[in-house]
């Protein structure tokens, strides 16, 4: 069962040399982070803009420079890309 973090099941939706058991345990936003190359969650691997919705306290060069999935793993307190 999957929790508001999004662990407990894998997000992967073609290969992954991750572990299995790994991928059950890390945040969805760790295992988007990860190049589809080795972690395919048929994401883009998009990292030359911020996926922000709302305030952040992350600098923007920063935003601008890790992949999504690591800006959504951030609480929506520190850095909001909540759906909105």
């Known amino acids: 069962m999957q929790n508001e973090h999004g662990q407990g099941v894998s997000h992967a939706q073609g290969d992954s040399k991750v572990p299995g058991k790994v991928q059950e345990q890390v945040p969805k936003g760790v295992e988007e982070s990860l190049p589809n190359a080795v972690h395919d969650t048929g994401n883009s691997d998009s990292t030359t803009k911020s996926h922000a919705t709302g305030h952040s306290y992350v ?26």
């Open 59 to 84: 600098p923007e060069a920063v935003q601008k420079a890790v992949p999504k999935g690591v800006e959504e793993a951030l609480p929506d307190a520190i850095h909001d890309t909540s759906k909105k």
